[in-house]
């Protein structure tokens, strides 16, 4: 009956484990404008912070490939999962907030990038 009350050190790791990927994954709902910030009570949207949450729970998923128990490994990719379709969704969501206007001027951008990025290579091998 003891060993019902104190886990072993696989256990405890995997609930430490659980955790760190919540609180990552709570972190980015609340950037991502989807709860609501328990300190200030108010929704807040940071698309930037919400990216470097998933982007460092995907370095942990890579980081740990192979070493996770399949709790574990479930628990990660369906919180990457999960956030992935929202960060997406929010995006997709100030896609039509743009004009016409900053649309065709970032369709230019695109379009003089690769000359440009061309030109300066070129330019660069002329120097070297």
Known sequence: MADQDNPTQDQHNELLFMQLVMMFQ?????????VMNPVT????????QAKNMIDILGML????KG????NE?????HALFELRMNYVDEIKK?????????????????????????????????TS
């Open 61 to 64: 998923d890579a980081k740990t």
């Open 73 to 77: 490994q479930r628990l990660l990719e």
């Open 94 to 126: 100030d896609a039509p907030a743009t004009s016409g206007e900053q649309a065709s001027d970032e369709e230019q951008t695109s379009d003089n990038t690769p000359a440009d990025a061309g030109s300066t290579s070129a330019d660069s091998e002329q």
């Open 26 to 34: 709570g972190m980015a709902l609340q950037n991502l404008g989807k």
């Open 41 to 48: 009570n108010q929704i807040e949207r940071n698309l930037e």
């Open 67 to 70: 070493n996770l128990n399949d």
